[in-house]
């Protein structure tokens, strides 16, 4: 095969509205891994996260990318690298959202630290580790699961980041009044501790440590499986995974991505509610 490593999104992009999978999707999968393929998730979802949605689809013994490149699981699902926020940089961010009025939430493993009981973190853990029982998720596997992450309540946030000095590998940041845009280029201006995405179209912000990105993280994927980046394709639908489908030999856009992202891939599928990771899987991998 001319791509012999995937990297793929989750969300917009595997998962569709309803946090599925299609099920050619996964037979695509399954086809491009039975020819010797290799398939990375990558994602801003959490390690506990991915892994979950890994065992489910009986995608095993692959690396993993949580937190947008913060943070990489090996072949065993062990921690290869890890690059958390340095402490002072933390307390910065939390003074601009003071100021700019705008509501972060902070992680922690795989954990959720919050300043306050908002609509962003309510259902959290139940978006963290979804049913996915159309594709064969077991309750009681998803419930031990979601036994493993909590939503920490942490009022005093600059107090607890202080006392203990916590690894926290990704900032989400979101706001009632729509696009955060504005925010993002006054960060992007005032601070550079900070790599900026978003996975909703601007309506919320992903933060990494500087310089920590999909693509990043991709290229030490590769590097540690041995395959060349001209030898690697990825499929996505958002910011966060722009520059990742810019660096892949072969950079594939959801068609529910935006057209800012589509402009900076090679190719375009369908959407993730058409099973369009599948269709480009079969399209584009398997010849």
Not at 76 to 81: A, I, P, Q, T
Not at 259 to 270: C, F, I, P, Q, Y
Request: hydrophobic share 35%; glycine share 8%; charged share 25%.
């Amino acid at each position: 095969m001319k791509y012999s490593l995937l990297a793929t999104d989750l969300d917009g992009t595997l998962l569709n509205e309803d946090k599925e999978i299609d099920s050619k999707t996964i037979e695509a999968i399954h086809e491009f891994r039975s020819r010797g393929g290799r398939v990375v998730i990558s994602s801003g979802r959490s390690p506990l996260s991915t892994k979950w949605i890994a065992e489910t689809i009986g995608l095993k013994n692959e690396p993993i990318i949580a937190y947008n490149g913060a943070v990489i699981l090996d072949e065993e699902g062990k921690v290869l690298e890890q690059y958390p926020f340095q402490n002072e940089a933390l307390l910065s961010f939390l003074d601009a959202c003071q100021e700019e009025g705008v509501y972060a939430q902070f992680y922690e493993g795989d954990n959720l630290l919050v300043s306050e009981k908002a609509k962003w973190n309510l259902n959290w853990i139940e978006n963290n580790i979804p049913e996915l029982k159309n594709i064969g998720g077991r309750k009681e596997l998803c419930d031990r699961y979601r036994e493993k992450c909590q939503v920490k309540l942490v009022e005093n946030l600059r107090g607890y980041i202080r006392e203990n000095q916590p690894n926290i590998t990704k900032i989400a940041v979101f706001n009632e009044g729509g696009s955060l845009r504005d925010f993002s280029e006054k960060i992007a201006q005032e601070y550079d501790h900070f790599e900026i995405s978003s996975s909703l179209n601007y309506l919320n912000l992903e933060i990494s440590p500087s310089g920590i990105t999909k693509a990043a993280s991709l290229g030490k994927v590769a590097e540690h499986l041995g395959i060349p980046l001209s030898q690697t394709a990825a499929i996505g639908d958002n910011f966060n995974d722009m520059f990742m489908l810019e660096m892949a030999g072969l950079g594939i856009a959801m068609g529910n991505a935006p057209d800012e992202v589509k402009r900076h891939a090679d190719a375009v599928t369908l959407t993730n509610n058409e099973g369009g990771a599948g269709k480009a899987i079969q399209d584009y991998l398997l010849f």
